[in-house]
């Protein structure tokens, strides 16, 4: 599972990619990438493996709730609506 959530600020968009993976060992990998939408490479990843999928998927609805609190939205999405159905994917 990929989300993508975008935002702009000071007239460059920003992105904010969140994958959530299961490895080999039955565990869950949450990898985050981040930067601007003109650079080919990310500007920062941040990988956290978790013992479970669930820990993993209320890691991601922390992380989804923090970043549109910050103002990044799916792309197309309105400012208000987004949220609860990443979430409701999500599980």
């Given at each position: 599972?990929?989300?993508?959530?975008?935002?702009?600020?000071?007239?460059?968009?920003?992105?904010?990619?969140?994958q959530l993976l299961p490895t080999l060992f039955g565990e869950a990998l949450v990898i985050r990438s981040y930067g601007s939408v003109n650079?080919?490479?990310p500007t920062g990843?941040?990988?956290n493996v978790y013992e479970t999928i669930?820990?993993?998927?209320?890691s991601v609805s922390v992380l989804l709730s923090k970043k549109?609190?910050?103002?990044?939205?799916?792309?197309?999405?309105?400012?208000t609506t987004g949220l609860e159905e990443e979430k409701?994917?999500?599980?």
């Open positions: 599972m990929v989300t993508i959530l975008y935002r702009t600020l000071n007239h460059k968009e920003r992105y904010y990619s969140i650079n080919h490479k990843e941040i990988r669930q820990e993993a998927h209320s549109y609190k910050r103002g990044y939205r799916l792309k197309g999405k309105p400012m409701e994917r999500l599980c």
